[in-house]
């Protein structure tokens, strides 16, 4: 059973930047590949970016590409997202979570664990 515990959220103004961690326990961290989600209030859960065991391999949603960096550190079983030039429309709650295949990482359903979510607030 891996657990994941997410943190770094907070307030930051519009082009503000943001680092959020998550870290993991209890599974083997490195085997699988991680990804960050956003939900909105009255939203849907929605992609932000993705990376798989290989640190090179990356993935992110198109809102976000160049402004958004997702990393990992697998010796420190943690998963890292740093965001630059929020917006207001940002403002969710973002989850960290942890995939059970190595594809499909844009898929929601792809991910069997879950963080507890830390919110980010962007004032315009």
């Known amino acids: 059973q891996v657990q994941l515990v997410g943190s770094g959220g907070g307030l930051v103004q519009a082009r503000g930047s943001l680092s959020l961690s998550c870290s993991a326990s209890?599974?083997?961290?490195?085997?699988?590949?991680m990804g960050w989600f956003r939900q909105a209030p009255g939203k849907e859960r929605e992609f932000v970016a993705a990376i798989r065991r290989s640190v090179t391999s990356t993935y992110y949603a198109d809102s976000v590409k160049g402004r958004v960096t997702i990393s990992r550190d697998n010796g420190q079983n943690t998963v890292f997202l740093q965001m630059n030039s929020l917006k207001p429309e940002e403002k969710a709650v973002y989850y960290c979570?942890?995939?059970?295949?190595?594809?499909?990482?844009?898929?929601?359903?792809?991910?069997?664990?879950w963080g507890q979510g830390t919110q980010v607030t962007v004032s315009a």
């Open positions: 209890g599974g083997t961290f490195s085997s699988g590949a």
């Open positions: 979570a942890a995939a059970n295949i190595n594809y499909g990482l844009e898929n929601v359903r792809n991910y069997a664990y």
